[in-house]
């Protein structure tokens, strides 16, 4: 902040010099041209010095940084997003599981559990409630034939 600070000051110093040598030293003439350019020039240099005076190791250090924090936010993204993406995979399979249980006039919780695999599916289930074993076939064989889960990936308890 101290550095802005610096910088506007020395902006508004050249200006005001420019200013009173302009008005006492004319603004017409051999001489008033002259001034009226070299008060461009220093008005130039006093907006332009900052830019002169900066360090290119100082820009690449910045830009590494930048680079280190994308990079670690992308990471941070793609995470959330796989987790999101799991957590609804989880849910649409419970909802499916809990739908055809309700068909066959069974109430269940169901525990949904995911493949490490590449994309995500799951990969095994566990089932509690109170179910008679006609409809306990039934639903096995449901979640074996539409989701694929084998049925000794399926856990019933209760």
């Given amino acids: 902040m101290e550095s802005v600070r610096e910088y506007l000051l020395g902006v508004t110093t050249a200006a005001l010099c420019c200013g009173i040598l302009t008005t006492i030293l004319g603004k017409k003439g051999m001489c008033g041209s002259t001034v009226k350019f070299l008060c461009g020039i220093v008005m130039i240099l006093a907006v332009v010095s900052p830019l002169l005076n900066l360090q290119l190791s100082n820009l690449q250090g910045a830009f590494h940084d930048l680079s280190l924090e994308t990079g670690a936010v992308t990471a941070f993204g793609q995470e959330t997003a796989l987790k999101e993406y799991a957590d609804i995979i989880k849910g649409r399979t419970a909802a499916y599981i809990l739908d055809k249980a309700e068909s066959l006039g ?21 089932l509690s409630g109170a179910i008679s074993p006609y409809a306990k076939k039934v639903l096995s064989d449901t979640i074996v034939r539409d989701l694929g889960i084998d049925a000794e990936e399926q856990i019933w308890t209760g």
């Avoid at 994309?119 to 566990?126: E, I, S």
Wanted: net charge negative.
């Fill in 106 to 126: 069974a109430e269940l919780t169901v525990e949904v559990t995911l493949c490490d695999e590449e994309p995500l599916a799951p990969c095994g289930v566990k």
